[in-house]
């Protein structure tokens, strides 16, 4: 016969003397560690509409919807949880490291697939010619603050603090097709300035 050893004993005696680890949930509160992984939530002050997250999340649960009719034109992240699985990748690859970030609320059980989603809107920037997504205003701030002075050597980048400072009134309105050397003082998507630069009116206007 095996007896046991002193420090099973010491164990025994303590746990029956001692409070239970497990606790009294879901008559009681539950409150997890602080590393615990649950529901991820979009930081909206911190969110600059970069889709990062969507393109890392492995279970595709992040999706994005460039909603250019709404006035202002918007991206909308939506970010299905019922599908999520907590993995984290993306809060580890956010570009803020705070726009989304896995909260400790783990009660999400629902019978509504279609009101289990966390939303986030960014206002977009749109080329003036052809109407494309750019990117989101956000994004851009985002690069400029990160970057400095050297953002400022690509044209919308200027051109979105311009606006912000209210410094380019005059470049407002209708575009005249085709682009003319002018135009280059607005907001293009990377293939409309490219044609405009290329294009025999800038050679000769
Ligand atoms: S935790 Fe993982 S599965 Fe959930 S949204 Fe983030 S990347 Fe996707
Ligand atoms: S800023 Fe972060 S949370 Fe927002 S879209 Fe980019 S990666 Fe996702």
């Given at each position: ?24 949930y879901p008559f009681q509160p539950h409150y997890p560690e602080k590393r615990f992984r ?48 907590m993995c984290g990748q993306c809060q580890a690859n956010c570009i803020t490291e705070k ?107």
């Amino acid at each position: 016969m095996r007896y046991p050893k002193l420090r099973e004993v010491k164990e025994a005696l303590t746990s029956l003397f001692s409070k239970p680890y497990t606790n009294r949930y879901p008559f009681q509160p539950h409150y997890p560690e602080k590393r615990f992984r649950g529901k991820p939530e979009f930081h909206k002050e911190y969110c600059v509409g970069c889709t990062a997250c969507a393109q890392v999340c492995p279970t595709n649960c992040i999706e994005w919807i460039d909603d250019v009719a709404s006035n202002p034109p918007v991206r909308r992240l939506i970010l299905r949880y019922d599908i999520c699985i907590m993995c984290g990748q993306c809060q580890a690859n956010c570009i803020t490291e705070k726009g989304i970030q896995l909260s400790r609320k783990f009660e999400l059980a629902g019978f509504d697939r279609e009101e289990m989603k966390e939303t986030q809107e960014n206002e977009l920037l749109l080329c003036e010619d052809c109407g494309e997504v750019v990117g989101t205003k956000d994004h851009v701030r985002f690069i400029r603050e990160k970057i400095g002075a050297l953002s400022l050597a690509g044209e919308n980048g200027l051109l979105l603090l311009q606006e912000e400072l209210n410094l380019s009134p005059g470049l407002k309105g209708k575009i005249d097709l085709p682009l003319k050397r002018n135009d280059l003082f607005r907001i293009l998507c990377p293939k409309c300035r490219r044609d405009l630069h290329l294009t025999d009116e800038w050679n000769l206007k």
